[in-house]
């Protein structure tokens, strides 16, 4: 017997403050050495520009352990088409067994994790009182990482800009209304970056879409729209200028091209890397160190998430009545 959890099951388990703390859980857990999150096994869908992704992960603790795996596929050319550029699915099982607990909606818990997951970083690595954020991109990880940085810090103005003019208006005016805050639409990468104190890149950048002397210092900064090798949003400059954090070391060193290319080029070396977020959680490393000081946080999103979300609506789902029973 297994639990099918569809989008509308997991946005009711799964609120951004429950998700936020699932998060820190996970990378908690990642950072006191209790996560299993072997590399992503994935393809290229020949001609069409297509990834098809297995990201298994184990997790302890919690207080018996969580493993699953998400399948995804993301096809960026697909909203031109009004499609999603990302569809997934996670199965959770449990880790005592191999029993199969769960079928959920994976596209919904990619967007919320993920941003539950910048949220995390950006809780330890932005000033206390960071009240303007500038997004890069109009789509559902811009979205939710707005929701997620008012979730962790006194947000109050917003600037939001993507290519194209509609949905970036549309986006302001959806999430003004949504949050209540002053959410403004801007004609430029630069206008939403320069003077925000925290930032947001959330796009399907192949090359920078940013001037690293665009940000002000004492910036924040997550960075989260490419998860391949040859694919960045953010130049050399202002990578050379930041602390770095990562989600996890391997999966930075394997995927991101935001740091794979600077290093590839000899302008920073692995070193640049000061700390994967479980080693900030678990005080192995130190954060912020003073007002002025610029932090990226890189993330191109880990298995050890999917499972840490996924543990928790399942939980919440069985409190709450949801979802529909199935026969495996």
């Given at each position: 017997?297994?639990?099918?959890?569809?989008?509308?099951?997991?946005?009711?388990?799964?609120?951004?403050?429950?998700?936020?703390?699932?998060?820190?859980?996970?990378?908690?857990?990642?950072?006191?050495?209790?996560?299993?999150?072997?590399?992503?096994?994935?393809?290229?869908?020949?001609?069409?520009?297509?990834?098809?992704?297995?990201?298994?992960?184990?997790?302890?603790?919690?207080?018996?352990?969580?493993?699953?795996?998400?399948?995804l596929?993301?096809?960026?050319?697909?909203?031109?088409?009004?499609?999603?550029?990302i569809?997934?699915?996670?199965?959770?099982?449990?880790?005592?067994?191999?029993?199969?607990?769960?079928?959920?909606?994976?596209?919904?818990i990619?967007?919320?994790?993920?941003?539950?997951?910048?949220?995390?970083?950006?809780k330890?690595?932005?000033?206390?009182?960071?009240?303007?954020?500038?997004?890069?991109?109009?789509?559902?990880?811009?979205?939710?990482?707005?929701?997620?940085?008012?979730?962790v810090?006194?947000?109050?103005?917003?600037?939001?800009?993507?290519?194209?003019?509609?949905?970036?208006?549309?986006?302001?005016?959806?999430?003004?209304?949504?949050?209540?805050?002053?959410?403004?639409?801007?004609?430029?990468?630069?206008?939403?970056v320069?003077?925000?104190?925290?930032?947001?890149?959330?796009?399907t950048?192949?090359?920078?879409?940013?001037?690293?002397?665009?940000?002000?210092?004492?910036?924040?900064?997550?960075?989260?729209?490419?998860?391949?090798?040859?694919?960045?949003?953010?130049?050399?400059?202002?990578?050379?200028?930041?602390?770095?954090?990562?989600?996890?070391?391997?999966?930075?060193?394997?995927?991101?091209?935001?740091?794979l290319?600077?290093?590839?080029?000899?302008?920073?070396?692995?070193?640049?890397?000061?700390?994967?977020?479980?080693?900030?959680?678990?005080?192995?490393?130190v954060?912020?160190?003073?007002?002025?000081?610029?932090t990226?946080?890189?993330?191109?999103?880990?298995?050890?998430?999917?499972?840490?979300?996924?543990?928790?609506?399942?939980?919440r789902?069985?409190?709450?009545?949801?979802?529909?029973?199935?026969?495996?």
């Open positions: 017997m297994a639990l099918l959890l569809t989008r509308s099951d997991v946005e009711a388990a799964l609120p951004m403050v429950e998700c936020i703390a699932s998060q820190e859980y996970a990378f908690r857990e990642h950072g006191l050495g209790n996560a299993v999150t072997p590399h992503r096994l994935g393809l290229k869908t020949p001609g069409q520009d297509g990834l098809y992704i297995a990201m298994p992960s184990y997790l302890g603790g919690d207080p018996s352990g969580a493993m699953a795996v998400k399948v596929t993301f096809y960026p050319n697909n909203p031109a088409a009004g499609l999603p550029a569809t997934a699915t996670v199965l959770l099982h449990d880790p005592n067994t191999g029993a199969l607990l769960a079928i959920m909606d994976g596209a919904s990619t967007g919320l994790r993920t941003a539950a997951g910048s949220a995390v970083a950006t330890y690595l932005a000033r206390a009182e960071a009240s303007t954020v500038g997004i890069l991109g109009s789509g559902v990880q811009a979205e939710t990482h707005l929701v997620a940085m008012c979730a810090r006194p947000v109050q103005t917003a600037w939001v800009y993507s290519r194209d003019r509609d949905r970036r208006t549309d986006f302001a005016e959806r999430m003004t209304a949504r949050l209540g805050i002053e959410v403004t639409p801007v004609s430029s990468a630069r206008a939403a320069e003077g925000a104190e925290i930032v947001v890149t959330a796009t950048a192949r090359e920078p879409i940013v001037d690293g002397d665009w940000f002000a210092p004492g910036v924040h900064i997550n960075c989260v729209g490419s998860g391949i090798p040859d694919r960045r949003e953010l130049d050399d400059k202002i990578v050379q200028r930041a602390k770095i954090v990562v989600d996890t070391y391997d999966s930075a060193l394997a995927e991101a091209g935001d740091l290319i600077p290093i590839a080029q000899g302008l920073i070396t692995q070193r640049a890397l000061h700390a994967d977020l479980g080693e900030i959680l678990t005080g192995q490393k954060g912020r160190t003073d007002e002025a000081e610029i990226i946080f890189k993330s191109v999103g880990v298995a050890l998430q999917d499972v840490g979300a996924a543990a928790w609506i399942y939980r789902a069985k409190e709450l009545g949801l979802g529909q029973v199935v026969d495996f």
